[in-house]
């Protein structure tokens, strides 16, 4: 598996309602959160490295291997968009309010594309509005604050530059803050948290770097692994972050007040369950009932009422 993702909460049932799985095998899998039942499979010609629902949950983006982007279009779960960019595709990611979708380039290059122009009938290249182009170092990680108010963006030479959305609008990218890390290892992953008042970063340096968003992204905090960091989750309540590393030991969550690794919670032990090497690819829903737990063939969804493992889905050709 390489990649997993939940929709965002509906409006009217306050629920996830899907989850989005890809593999080697170039097969995205959908598959509705009640019962688990697949909805609908994509087979495409690359394999998909990444994906993302946009916050309304009217899109999904999905990231190839090379150099291509796919926008699914929920409602049918047809392909709405496929564009062919410069060079191969290391990011993606929507704008809080569905303005512009983004795309890190290998090359550095920054490239906003116009959501209005997906259309289901004539699913060509989206339409492309902007271009950053100030640095040639690989976008491996970008993510925007779910209060509309800044991107972020990772780069291979540890550095991550931080926008005002209103700006990027306007393709106007001078930077409100720039932040690096000392090591010089690449930033692989970023995520904002709830309520935006943290940006988790990490990367090779094997470090999570969490900063302060109110404080002018001053460093809060350092956590130091034993692996390269993956990726993050928080928890809908903003309590708890996710991490996955490349180490084969599984994942661990943090108590985003004291920053300890947690044991349990709510008085359920949980060490069991996400202490697995297979889960290399992790989400948390926003409704937060289920973690995913993803790798090596397999997706493990987590009732986060229990911590136990309530579905063991298999990801097959």
Known sequence: ILGVTFSHIKDDTKTSEYIAVSGTDCRVV?????????????????????????SNNEYLALASKFNKTYVVAVESWKICSETTHSTPVLSIGFSSNVERFTVGLSDGILCLLDPKSFDVAAPSSAKFIGEMDQSDSPIYALD????????????????????ESSSVMDNFFFSTAELKANSGAAILTLSFGV??????????????????????????????LFAAILSFTWSSDGLYLGVSCDDKKGVTIYDTISWNQVENIEGEEIAKTVSDELANYIDWSDDGRFFALAGDGELRIVDTATWKVSECIKHSS
Do not use: P
């Open 195 to 224: 309520a935006s008042k943290f940006l988790s970063a990490g990367g090779e340096d094997w470090k999570i770097s969490i900063y302060d968003v109110n404080n002018n992204f001053s460093l809060s905090r350092e956590i130091i």
């Open 30 to 54: 959908i598959l509705s959160t009640d019962g688990w039942i697949v909805i609908t499979e994509l087979k495409l010609e690359d394999q998909i490295q990444s994906l993302q629902f946009s």
């Open 144 to 163: 925007w604050s779910s209060d509309g108010k800044y991107l972020a963006i990772g780069r291979g030479d540890a550095s991550i530059s931080i926008h």
